[in-house]
């Protein structure tokens, strides 16, 4: 948080900076410099690999830590069973990760380590990151699509019953909206990152300045904005799962249809 | 935005490390260890359904042997009730001959010691006869001087016993 002229500015925790003197690193003339950006996700790994790994202890009456990392696997195998059935199986460990990548990235994003002079960054509020993300999710759905049924995978534009007329109308349509969806996909986690972060930076400003301006201010705007920052916290770990649930989610649907076509 | 304003700088770096660590997280959770979580999982469920599925197999046994346990006692006590209803028979006819026998035994008894006592009874007047016509003639010699023969005297006696 850069505190220029008495202001906040809301959009600085976003900022990516160079870490350990790495500019220069590069490969065929791709910067490839390892920042505040890739420490998180780094962290994320870590955490996460710690998480499975702690629980992946293969007692036969769990504890609460295997009990844990299994309610989380059945969570996704449940998810990829209910929308993509018995095949869904083999997605698991891409979907899993998917889930489990977004989920772990969102929380650590909103720690609240600035408490002890560390500041968290959300890697899922850059589109450099959801969007690859998605677009590996629409790829996969593409090549399974294609290798499970050929060209015949084009039909999924067409759907059952449309009358002949109709298709030329729908079919473009229906190419389009799915030519959409790494789009949607993507940006529609950024942009919830994104907007919670910022909604908490500018809140958070209204306290600052509120306070800094006088009791007047402070009861009339420091003090609501403060209440309000608590619940909007709740809100943010709230669509922190929601968000990571929902690009597993539209993974699997969007699974669904490259594996059972129509 | 940095996310716009920086794009041009880092797009590489963001999509690198990317890749570099949703790979350790894919191939190492995903494809190292999800496969034993979701294993020991899928083998718990199995041993449970096996567990449930033999003990409906214990139970339905256990019905079988109670039922067939009930049927057997019921047999059983079906053949004590006709044991004690012949035992039951048996005794009232053993106590009935045995009764039979007793009171013929005792009726003989009575018989012969009624007989007893009717031949006592004769006897017994037939002596009372003699000493009356005894004393007869005793008070009839010492009071009249008369001698009366012992016939006479026993027929007077006999008459007026008779009449008495």
């Known amino acids: 948080m850069r505190v220029a002229e008495g202001k906040v500015d809301p959009v600085h925790q976003f900022t990516i900076e160079t870490l350990f003197g790495t500019d220069h690193w590069s490969i065929g003339g791709y910067n490839i410099a390892f920042t505040n950006s890739s420490l998180w996700m780094a962290i994320t790994t870590v955490v996460l690999l710690v998480f499975v790994a702690g629980g992946a202890k293969r007692e036969l009456v769990p504890g609460r830590w295997q009990m844990a990392v299994e309610g989380l696997t059945g969570f996704v195998d449940n998810l990829l069973q209910a929308n993509i059935g018995k095949a869904g199986r083999k997605y698991l460990p891409y979907v899993f990760s998917l889930f489990g990548f977004i989920l772990f990235a969102n929380m650590l994003g909103l720690l609240p380590l600035a408490l002890v002079g560390v500041h968290p960054f959300t890697a899922t509020s850059h589109f450099t990151v959801t969007g690859v993300l998605a677009v590996m999710s629409f790829a996969i759905v593409l090549g399974v699509g294609f290798a499970k049924h050929g060209l015949h995978f084009f039909s999924l534009f067409v759907p059952h019953g449309t009358p002949v007329p109709m298709i030329p109308i729908i079919f473009p349509i229906e190419l389009i909206s799915f030519m959409v969806r790494p789009f949607s996909l993507g940006l529609r986690l950024f942009v919830a990152m994104m907007a919670g972060h910022v909604l908490l930076e500018v809140l958070s400003g209204f306290v600052i300045s509120g306070t800094n301006a006088g009791v007047g201010t402070f009861f009339l705007a420091a003090v609501p904005s403060f209440v309000l920052m608590i619940g909007i916290c709740a809100l943010e770990l709230l669509v922190a799962g929601i968000q990571a649930y929902v690009f597993a989610l539209l993974t699997c649907v969007y699974l669904n249809d490259a594996e059972n076509l129509h | ?164």
């Open chain 2, 1 to 164: 935005m940095p996310q716009i304003e920086q794009l041009a700088t880092t797009y590489s770096s963001q999509v690198f490390w990317l890749l570099v660590f949703f790979g350790i997280v894919f191939f190492v959770i995903g494809r190292g260890m999800l496969p034993k979580v979701v294993s020991t999982m899928d083998g718990r469920d199995k041993q449970i359904a096996d567990d449930l599925a033999a003990a409906e197999a214990a139970r339905a046994a256990a019905d079988a042997e109670e039922e067939a346990w009930r049927v057997q006692a019921n047999q059983q006590r079906a053949a004590a009730q006709a044991v004690i209803a012949a035992a039951k028979a048996d005794a009232a006819k053993a106590t009935e001959a045995s009764l039979a026998v007793a009171a013929a035994r005792i009726d003989e008894t009575v018989t012969a010691a009624e007989a007893r006592i009717a031949a006592a009874r004769a006897a017994a007047l037939g002596e009372v006869e003699g000493v009356a016509a005894e004393a007869a003639q005793d008070i009839a010699s010492r009071i009249a001087g008369l001698s009366i023969p012992a016939d006479e005297a026993r027929a007077a006696v006999k008459g007026v016993l008779a009449n008495g």
